[in-house]
């Protein structure tokens, strides 16, 4: 499984938005779980959304396109990291290639 995640980064102002995606290599209907995470520079990977969790912003997935979201919406600063999409399959770990997030204030 791999994932093409070329699209939705940047740089923004605070308060702006962003809508990240990511194209999986395979269906995602048959994967069992999907997230997206953000790794800020000096601290650890985390959580930010995904299936049946939720967080301040919003996860979605459209299985016709293979391609998972990340909709971001009053940006701060502190959101500012590096994001990557995410999908747990028959017991496996994958991660897409990150993209870079930037919030100025």
């Known amino acids: ?6 699209r939705g980064g940047g740089l923004v102002q605070a308060g702006g938005s962003l809508r990240l995606s990511c194209v999986a290599s395979k269906n995602t209907a048959d994967i069992n779980y999907m997230a997206w995470y953000r790794q800020a520079p000096g601290l650890a990977r985390e959580l930010v959304a995904g299936d049946a969790v ?3 912003f919003t996860f979605s ?3 016709a396109k293979n391609t998972v979201y990340l909709e971001m919406h009053d940006l701060r600063p502190e959101d500012s990291a590096v994001y990557f999409c ?3 399959d028959r017991g496996a770990d994958y991660w897409g290639e990150g993209t870079q997030v930037t919030v100025s204030s």
């Open 86 to 88: 995410y999908a747990r």
């Open 54 to 56: 939720k967080g301040p």
């Open 1 to 6: 499984l791999r994932f093409s995640c070329r």
């Open 61 to 63: 997935r459209d299985n």
